[in-house]
């Protein structure tokens, strides 16, 4: 009887250990591949070094609102503003391994990976915003140059309006090119800039934008040259009291994607990509006129900043030699460089003929 009870409790362990490992032959070679054919949503990380309420990020957030509308099961677009992920120059790179997957570079970075983005650089390039933003959403003029990168792991898929850039000095104001002479002049790291403050009398001084007011502040520096936001969400209005409207340069940013995102996407899924860009970029100048006008009544009324208008002549004939030097140094610029001038043309016949 006893045998028989220990026969029966022997059974009684080979079945439980059947049933064991049943389940997990259950759970690894059935229920695992359920799993895995789950699909998770792809990150997209966009950086930028603008703070979350500057005309930049709230482009990338109609990015990233229309994305996830249309995509939002299969992409998850996460932002990260105000230098998060690095530099400017660290979050191309970044873009280049593909760590980062779309950020914003400045025109004077992406000269290094094609010098024709130089061309932008020309002080009085463009004769007026209106034209600059002509040349800018004319494909046949920018395609060639923004693509041009591709070797490089990314190309630019849209341009960020940055304004105009304009003089402004701790003491005193800029009414004539001889009110540089001598002064220490902050500027983007560029061979053209530089080239530009020498030609109007002033010493060019390049530095990260961040170390721009307290270089003005303490005296390193005299004062910079940037768009009307400076003075309103860097402070720069607190230590600067006299703005002068050179209008000296209208210069883009660009919004660079890695070729390793755009060549994987789907189809379908790059045509949302590419409405999302369209969108970006129109947000981004939207939000860009309104935040001007804001900054300008704020710098006026709250910080006493006075806005003035010099005559742009004498400034536009002391650089024009630029021209001349970078066209003969770079024989490959002058089909683009003619191109603007055409288009420059033809917006002055339009405007005329209406008048």
Do not use: C
């Not at 006075?306 to 089909?335: G, M």
Request: proline share 5%; no cysteine.
């Amino acid at each position: 009887m006893a045998k028989k009870r220990k026969i029966e409790t022997k059974s009684s362990i080979v079945i439980s250990i059947s049933l064991i490992l049943l389940t997990i032959f259950l759970v690894f070679f059935i229920l695992k591949p359920v799993q895995s054919t789950k699909q998770e949503k792809q990150i997209i990380r966009v950086a930028h070094n603008q703070s979350s309420d500057h005309p930049t990020h709230i482009g990338m957030e109609a990015f990233e609102e229309y994305i996830e509308k249309h995509l939002g099961d299969k992409y998850d677009v996460q932002l990260f503003p105000s230098e998060l992920l690095g530099t400017q120059t660290n979050m191309v790179q970044l873009t280049q391994t593909r760590a980062i997957d779309i950020t914003v570079a400045s025109n004077s970075i992406l000269e290094t990976f094609n010098p024709q983005f130089q061309i932008f650089n020309l002080p009085y390039l463009f004769e007026s915003p209106t034209v600059y933003h002509a040349v800018m959403n004319d494909s046949e003029i920018v395609d060639p140059i923004f693509n041009a990168t591709e070797e490089a792991g990314f190309i630019t898929k849209a341009w960020l309006d940055a304004g105009t850039r304009n003089f402004y000095v701790k003491n005193g104001s800029i009414e004539e090119p001889k009110d540089l002479k001598g002064k220490k002049i902050r500027v983007q790291e560029s061979p053209t800039n530089v080239r530009m403050m020498q030609l109007l009398g002033g010493s060019a001084t390049p530095m990260g934008f961040g170390d721009v007011y307290t270089a003005i502040q303490s005296g390193v520096i005299d004062g910079a040259e940037n768009n009307e936001l400076a003075l309103t969400e860097n402070g720069h209005g607190d230590i600067v009291k006299d703005y002068s409207y050179t209008l000296h340069q209208m210069i883009p940013d660009e919004v660079i994607v890695s070729t390793s995102l755009l060549d994987e996407l789907p189809e379908e899924d790059k045509e949302v990509f590419e409405k999302g860009f369209e969108i970006m970029e129109k947000t981004q100048h939207e939000v860009w006129a309104i935040k001007v006008e804001e900054a300008k009544e704020r710098a006026e009324n709250e910080m006493q900043v006075k806005f003035s208008y010099p005559e742009i002549s004498p400034f536009k004939k002391a650089v024009l030699p630029l021209h001349e030097e970078i066209l003969h140094a770079n024989p490959s610029f002058q089909k683009i460089y003619d191109q603007i001038q055409n288009k420059a043309l033809e917006i002055d016949g339009e405007e005329n003929g209406n008048e």
